[in-house]
Structures are given as C-alpha cells and as structure tokens.
C-alpha cells in the first residue's frame, strides 16, 4: 500500500510541473529514477526513464494534437518493469498503451474542467483576479488527483494482472521491440528537429554539429557556445543600449515624415 502511494505522489509530482511553470520535471528521465528509488533499484529506474524519453521525445501537445500521457505511461511502465522484473523493452511496450488509456480518461474528465472555466470567463469580465486564480488552481488539484488515483489503483491493483499480459505478449513483439529501441534515439531527434528546425536555426545547428563531430568539442563546450551565441545575438550583454538605439533609430524614422 505505501509503495502504491508513493508511485501515485510521483505521478501527481509530474503533473504538479504544469502548475508552476514547465520545469520538465514531469518527463520520464526525471520520473523514471524517482520510481527507481521507491522500488529500490535507481539504476534500472533511470535506465528505463532514459528511453521512455527517447520514445515520447517528440510527444508535445501542438494545436489540437494531444500526446499520451507520457506521465502516467511513463511511471507505471517503469515501475511495472521494475516490479516484474522484466526489461527496458517490455516497459516500452507498455509504455504506449497505458499512455493512450490515460488521456482517454483525461478527455473525460476534461468535461468537468470546461464548467470550471466558465466561471474563469466569468471572474475575468469582472475582473475578479483572485477568482481567477483560485479556478486555475482547481483545475490543477482536479489533475494532480486524477494522476494519483490512476497511478496508484493500477499500480496496487495490477502488478500481479500485468505480469499475465506481459507474459502472454508473443516474443516476437519483445524482439521487435528490441529492434525498435535501437532506433528510438534517432527518431525522437528526428521528430524533434521537424518541430524547432527552420532558416533562422538550421545553421546554429550545423555549427553544433560540426563542433562535436569534426573538432572534438564535448557536449559542455556546445552548450557554452549555444549560450554565448543567444546572448550575443540577442543583445543580453547591453540591453540598455539597444533600447536607446532603437528609440532613437525611431525618433528619425518619425522626422522623416
């Protein structure tokens, strides 16, 4: 029972991330080695974490597309590996299905958060602002609780249940997911970089690429440049400045006419 409510605070943990900024700490390389420790083994923990990442790196919510729930997917495969004592390919293959079974649920429940939000409309044409807070508040409660109940009856209930599914997955959907695992780190890049890549990027990237590939730089000394070249490009090194320059770029501009 504690193990289960402990596995079940790690989840609303995760979803606790969106209240306060995203601070990724709701991903499963963060995750992952916190059910580690509660089930006594970080470094499997962390094992499974590392590529549940890989697989839902490029699982982010843009537009009307929302991911499964990499949150709840990602806990209770790790820790139903971790339990079973089965390995990081078996957690990928669960990792999925229980990631879709968990927004399923959400999209239900998000029923219930569209009449909160009526009040929300409601405060800000009164422009009540502590009203307004305290909706956004309880929506976030709503959806810690939602992720703690889910992550905690399933982990307390199915341990046993899932060791059965996982024994009568066909081995050859194990090898296959053997197979797939080793091309999850490509793929998540890929999806990755389809999303952040354009003209103004791309040869950033490149000089990234070429530093690490052909000069030897470690992943730190990219980092530094990456760093150094945001804050150059962007003017953080004399901010003051800038906006007196382009005010009186303006005030020319405006004689002109």
Same mark, same amino acid.
């Given at each position: $029972? ?30 992952? !080695? %916190? ?38 997917? =990602? ?21 999925? !299905? ?58 307390? %209930?199915?341990?046993?249940? $899932?060791? =059965? ?10 090898? =296959? ?13 890929? $999806?990755?970089?389809? $999303? ?10 490149? %000089? ?28 953080f090194l004399n901010p003051k400045n800038e906006t007196a320059t382009a005010s009186i770029n303006e ?7």
């Amino acid at each position: $029972m504690l193990t289960a409510v402990l596995i079940g605070l790690i989840g609303a943990l995760g979803v606790m991330d969106f209240q306060f900024g995203s601070l990724y700490i709701n991903r499963p390389i963060v995750l992952g !080695p %916190l059910v580690g420790l509660v089930l006594g083994d970080v470094t499997q923990g962390l094992i499974i974490g590392a590529n549940l990442e890989l697989f839902f790196m490029g699982a982010v919510s843009i537009g009307a597309y929302i991911p499964p729930d990499s949150i709840v997917g =990602g806990i209770l495969a790790t820790a139903f590996a971790i339990s079973t004592g089965n390995s990081t390919e078996a957690a990928i293959a669960l990792a999925m !299905p229980i990631g879709l079974i968990s927004l399923a649920v959400g999209n239900f429940l998000n029923v219930f958060n569209s009449v909160i939000l009526r009040f929300t409309d409601k405060y800000a044409e009164e422009g009540k602002y502590g009203g307004i807070v305290a909706t956004h508040w309880m929506i976030g409660i709503l959806n810690v609780l939602r992720r703690f109940l889910l992550v905690f009856f399933a982990f307390y %209930l199915g341990v046993d249940k $899932m060791q =059965g599914l996982i024994d009568a997955i066909p081995t050859v959907l194990i090898d =296959g997911m053997d197979a797939a695992a080793g091309l999850l780190p490509a793929l998540g890049f890929a $999806m990755l970089m389809r $999303m952040i890549l354009n003209k103004q990027i791309i040869p950033y990237f490149f %000089l990234g690429f070429i530093c690490a590939a052909y000069l030897g730089m470690p992943v730190l000394g990219v980092a530094i440049l990456g760093l150094i070249i945001v804050v150059v490009q962007f003017g953080f090194l004399n901010p003051k400045n800038e906006t007196a320059t382009a005010s009186i770029n303006e005030e020319v501009d405006d004689d002109d006419f």
